[in-house]
Structures are given as structure tokens and as C-alpha cells.
Nanobody, 119 residues
Framework: QVQLVESGGGLVQAGGSLRLSCTASGIIFRCHDMGWYRQAPGKQREMVAGINSGDFTDYADSVKGRFTISRDNAKNTVYLQMNSLEPEDTAVYFC?????????????WGQGTQVTVSS
């Protein structure tokens, strides 16, 4: 069983910064694609940023130039550095990781962490 635990959310003023972390725990051989999604009230969940095992990154247009995704494979951890935050970034942020455990490769979700940006 793999569990993803996020941390780093909170309340910040517009223009401020936050850093989210997500660590995968359990019997893990390796994690492959990892990423961050977000869901605002009344909206569908959307991809924010992704990073694969080769450190190739991809970002939603709305966060390009402001957010940076990175990973530490030794710790099975993915980070999201969020700068120049805007009220429109307010959402619950979810971590997603595709990891290989004993006998299977599956995608897992974290429980979510709230990010609130005040104007």
C-alpha cells in the first residue's frame, strides 16, 4: 500500500509564496510520473504541474513562470514552489504519483492540502 502525504498549504496574501511537499511512503521500488493537481470550489480538478522520471516538466499555462515542480527520488518526494500567487490559485491541491510496488504499478492520490490566496 502506497500513501501520499501532502504538506505546505495555508493562507497567503496575493504576491506571496508557498512550497508544497508530497512524500510517498510504503513499499516502493520507484515512482515514475509525479504531479500536482488542484480543484477550486465548483470547478473540475485540473493539472497544475507534472514531472517524469527523467525530470521533464510540464505546466498549466496559468502557472507557467510562477510555479516550479521538482522531485527528490531518494525521498520519493515531489515539491511545488509557488511564487507570485494570485487569488485565482485558491484551491485544494492534490499530489498524484505513479509508483511501482510489489507486483504492480499504480497511480495514487494524496488527501489534498488547502491553498488560500487573499487579495
Amino acid at each position: 500500500q502506497v500513501q501520499l502525504v501532502e504538506s505546505g498549504g495555508g493562507l497567503v496574501q496575493a504576491g506571496g509564496s508557498l512550497r508544497l511537499s508530497c512524500t510517498a511512503s510504503g513499499i516502493i521500488f520507484r515512482c515514475h510520473d509525479m504531479g500536482w493537481y488542484r480543484q477550486a470550489p465548483g470547478k473540475q480538478r485540473e493539472m497544475v504541474a507534472g514531472i517524469n522520471s527523467g525530470d521533464f516538466t510540464d505546466y498549466a499555462d496559468s502557472v507557467k513562470g510562477r510555479f516550479t515542480i521538482s522531485r527528490d527520488n531518494a525521498k520519493n518526494t515531489v515539491y511545488l514552489q509557488m511564487n507570485s500567487l494570485e487569488p485565482e490559485d485558491t484551491a485544494v491541491y492534490f499530489c498524484n504519483a505513479e509508483c511501482t510496488t510489489i507486483g504492480r504499478r499504480s497511480a495514487y492520490w494524496g488527501q489534498g492540502t488547502q491553498v488560500t490566496v487573499s487579495s
